[in-house]
């Protein structure tokens, strides 16, 4: 599944912990992340079905700006939206710019 932000689901390691039912890599992935987004995240938020399905969501795609707009747009992705390269986009991939390198391969 490609997520609204272009990602892959199924190389997203939160997909992944949740898909396997794996605490032990949910913790890693909660340490990671702290690290890398100078957050706190506890291994019991690493869950999520990805932003497209029902079901379980990682707290910041519950909340995702990308996941909102797309769904409003009735878009697939960020990479097909008419507006592409948006403000909203352009500071989502400040902040992860492996996002801006998977809508590219998109596009």
């Given at each position: 599944?490609?997520?609204?932000?272009?990602?892959?689901?199924?190389?997203?390691?939160?997909?992944?912990?949740?898909?396997?039912?794996?605490?032990?890599?949910?913790?890693?992935?909660?340490?990671?992340w702290?690290?890398?987004?100078?957050?706190d995240?506890?291994?019991?938020?690493?869950?999520?079905?990805?932003?497209?399905?029902?079901?379980?969501?990682?707290?910041?795609?519950?909340?995702c700006?990308?996941?909102?707009?797309?769904?409003?747009?009735?878009?697939?992705?960020?990479?097909?939206?008419?507006?592409?390269?948006?403000?909203?986009?352009?500071?989502?991939?400040?902040?992860?710019?492996?996002?801006?390198?998977?809508?590219?391969?998109?596009?």
């Amino acid at each position: 599944m490609t997520a609204y932000c272009g990602m892959n689901c199924a190389k997203c390691e939160c997909f992944q912990a949740t898909k396997e039912n794996d605490d032990t890599l949910r913790a890693k992935v909660a340490l990671k992340w702290s690290e890398n987004y100078n957050s706190d995240i506890k291994p019991a938020q690493i869950n999520c079905t990805g932003c497209k399905a029902e079901g379980a969501k990682f707290y910041f795609t519950a909340e995702c700006p990308l996941r909102k707009c797309n769904i409003e747009k009735n878009t697939p992705h960020c990479a097909g939206c008419s507006q592409y390269r948006c403000e909203t986009l352009d500071n989502f991939i400040d902040k992860a710019p492996v996002v801006g390198k998977a809508l590219e391969k998109l596009r």
